[in-house]
């Protein structure tokens, strides 16, 4: 008998169509899914507990609207530490910093030689985002190395979903690239 793998559990239908309803509305009660589903509240409420056992379902959290709670500017960061950073601090202790950086909204390790991290961090406005970024370009200058800056405001996000690449993977349908041309 085959050992199931903990990194990547299989699925089972019932829980592929729990987990995407999930993923469409958070906060669905079990009992909507269960009568969607033609299951009991009680099969519903296994099935979600189990997903978030194993670790697929992480967290619940809300979609905020920036602009309503004052962020008016991202910023899209590529950053490389300095070899003094490198040999003093492991790959873990620096991701834990930055973990901790309350303007970071995501952030990403890159194995690439132009930079070392890509960061996306939230600011009131452009005038904040200048000055946080002018103290990294003179009081850090020894540790970060700031490679690239994307700024803009919050009300250009297009997108801020990940629902739809989600029901591919969990249908096992091949990625559409038609989509992202304007045929």
Same mark, same amino acid.
Do not use: C
């Given at each position: 008998?085959?050992?199931?793998?903990?990194?990547?559990?299989?699925?089972?239908?019932?829980?592929?169509?729990?987990?995407?309803?999930?993923?469409?509305? /958070?906060?669905? &009660?079990? #009992?909507?899914? /269960?009568? !969607?589903?033609?299951?009991?509240?009680?099969? @519903?409420?296994? @099935?979600?507990?189990?997903?978030?056992?194993?670790?697929?379902?992480? +967290?619940?959290?809300?979609?905020?609207?920036? !602009?309503?709670? +004052?962020?008016?500017?991202?910023?899209?960061? +590529?950053?490389?530490?300095?070899?003094?950073?490198?040999? !003093?601090?492991?790959?873990?202790?620096?991701?834990?910093?930055?973990?901790?950086? &309350?303007?970071?909204?995501? /952030?990403?390790?890159?194995?690439?030689?132009?930079?070392?991290?890509?960061?996306?961090?939230?600011?009131?406005?452009?005038?904040?985002?200048?000055?946080?970024?002018?103290?990294?370009?003179?009081?850090?200058? !020894?540790?970060?190395?700031?490679?690239?800056?994307?700024?803009?405001?919050?009300?250009?996000?297009?997108?801020?979903?990940?629902? +739809?690449?989600?029901?591919?993977?969990?249908?096992?349908?091949?990625?559409?690239? /038609?989509?992202?041309? #304007?045929?």
């Amino acid at each position: 008998m085959e050992k199931p793998d903990i990194a990547f559990p299989k699925l089972t239908r019932n829980e592929q169509t729990v987990l995407k309803r999930i993923i469409e509305q /958070a906060k669905i &009660p079990d #009992l909507e899914i /269960a009568k !969607k589903m033609g299951l009991s509240q009680q099969a @519903i409420f296994k @099935i979600r507990h189990k997903l978030e056992e194993v670790g697929i379902i992480k +967290g619940y959290m809300p979609i905020i609207d920036f !602009k309503k709670v +004052g962020i008016e500017t991202l910023v899209v960061l +590529g950053i490389r530490f300095t070899k003094q950073v490198w040999e !003093k601090y492991s790959d873990d202790q620096i991701s834990e910093s930055i973990r901790k950086i &309350p303007q970071v909204i995501i /952030a990403y390790r890159i194995p690439e030689s132009g930079i070392s991290h890509l960061l996306v961090m939230g600011f009131r406005n452009m005038e904040q985002k200048d000055r946080y970024l002018m103290k990294l370009q003179t009081k850090y200058s !020894k540790e970060i190395e700031i490679v690239r800056v994307y700024p803009f405001a919050v009300d250009r996000i297009i997108k801020e979903s990940n629902v +739809g690449l989600l029901n591919i993977i969990l249908d096992k349908e091949e990625t559409p690239t /038609a989509e992202f041309l #304007l045929d």
